[in-house]
């Protein structure tokens, strides 16, 4: 895996989330106080964009799909029991270094 560069820290909201594009992967990137968390960005059951759902439940660290309410969550990528349409996703290594976002991704 090659790390790289994706983003500056100040340009993802706390609370919120982005998308990124690297090799022709979408990658989520979302910010909880201190920590980033990145995980592909496209919904294991219809590809919906991930980033455009809503961030916030189970200590802020899950992601809600726009289109069909799957839940990742973000430390591990596992998908909700609730949601068994849905399957597990990919989540990348992130290092924060100064302001500078770099993750760990498969081109």
Do not use: Y
């Given at each position: 895996?090659?790390?790289?560069?994706?983003?500056?820290v100040?340009?993802?909201?706390?609370?919120?989330?982005?998308?990124?594009?690297?090799?022709?992967?979408?990658i989520?990137?979302?910010r909880?106080?201190?920590?980033?968390f990145?995980?592909?960005?496209?919904?294991?059951?219809?590809?919906?964009?991930?980033?455009?759902?809503?961030?916030?439940?189970?200590?802020?660290?899950?992601?809600?799909?726009?289109?069909?309410?799957?839940?990742?969550d973000?430390?591990?990528?596992?998908?909700?029991?609730?949601?068994?349409?849905g399957?597990?996703?990919?989540?990348?290594?992130?290092?924060?270094?100064?302001?500078q976002?770099?993750?760990?991704?498969?081109?």
């Amino acid at each position: 895996m090659a790390e790289v560069k994706v983003a500056n820290v100040s340009e993802i909201p706390d609370g919120g989330m982005i998308c990124r594009a690297h090799g022709g992967r979408q990658i989520l990137l979302a910010r909880v106080g201190d920590e980033v968390f990145a995980m592909d960005d496209v919904c294991t059951h219809a590809g919906a964009p991930l980033h455009e759902g809503d961030l916030g439940r189970e200590g802020d660290c899950v992601v809600t799909c726009p289109w069909h309410d799957a839940h990742f969550d973000l430390r591990t990528g596992t998908v909700d029991q609730d949601t068994p349409w849905g399957s597990d996703t990919e989540v990348f290594p992130v290092r924060v270094d100064g302001d500078q976002v770099w993750v760990s991704v498969g081109d």
